[in-house]
């Protein structure tokens, strides 16, 4: 079974993963310190990042933070 497509107005989902190093950026945590506490490599943390601004339309990691503490933020 395929999953449904996303809705244009629905964000778009990210994994737990992802929505817990969005978590840690709107703490302020370089991407060393995302790594060490989520036991991956800072490149890791990097690339991840870089998906999840794409996916959120986000620019900057300031921007990231500032869509993780509003409603845009998937859940």
Known sequence: MTPSPRQPD???ALTPLQREIVVLVMNGLPNREIA???G???GLVG???GSITHALC???RAELAAI???ERMPR
Do not use: K, N, V, Y
Request: glycine share 6%; no cysteine.
């Open 68 to 70: 993780g503490t509003d």
């Open 58 to 60: 986000a620019m900057s």
């Open 10 to 12: 629905e964000p778009p």
């Open 36 to 38: 060490d506490q989520l």
């Open 47 to 49: 690339i991840h990042i």
């Open 40 to 42: 991956i490599r800072p």
